[in-house]
Nanobody
Framework: QVQVVESGGGLVQAGGSLTLSCAAS????????MGWYRQTPGEERELVARITSDGVTDYGHSVKDRFTISRGNAKNTVYLQMNSLKPEDTAVYFC?????????????WGQGTQVTVSS
């Protein structure tokens, strides 16, 4: 069993900052990458930021230069520092852990945390 738990969402004014945290626990095996995705009603889930086990990062176009993903001291923990937030950043943010287990790659999702940016 693998659990992915996010925390840190909330309400913030435009221009403000928030930090999201995510931890994966359980029978993790080998961690390929962890990342953050977001989704608004009626839209597809989109990549926000992702970091591999080697520390290589990848960002969605709309958040580049404003958001930073990092890993904690424990390899199965990631953080998303969000600065200069805009109302269009309002969404449910989901943490994802992509693991190699039993010879295959498996994707695990957290329950999501709401981020609301007021104008």
């Amino acid at each position: 069993q693998v659990q992915v738990v996010e925390s840190g969402g909330g309400l913030v004014q435009a221009g403000g900052s928030l930090t999201l945290s995510c931890a994966a626990s359980g029978s993790i095996g080998r961690l390929n990458h962890m990342g953050w995705y977001r989704q608004t009603p009626g839209e597809e889930r989109e990549l926000v930021a992702r970091i591999t086990s080697d520390g290589v990062t990848d960002y969605g176009h709309s958040v580049k230069d404003r958001f930073t993903i990092s890993r904690g001291n424990a390899k199965n923990t990631v953080y998303l520092q969000m600065n200069s937030l805009k109302p269009e950043d309002t969404a449910v943010y989901f943490c994802n852990a992509n693991l190699r287990r039993y010879g295959g790659d498996f994707s695990y999702w957290g329950q999501g945390t709401q981020v609301t940016v007021s104008s």
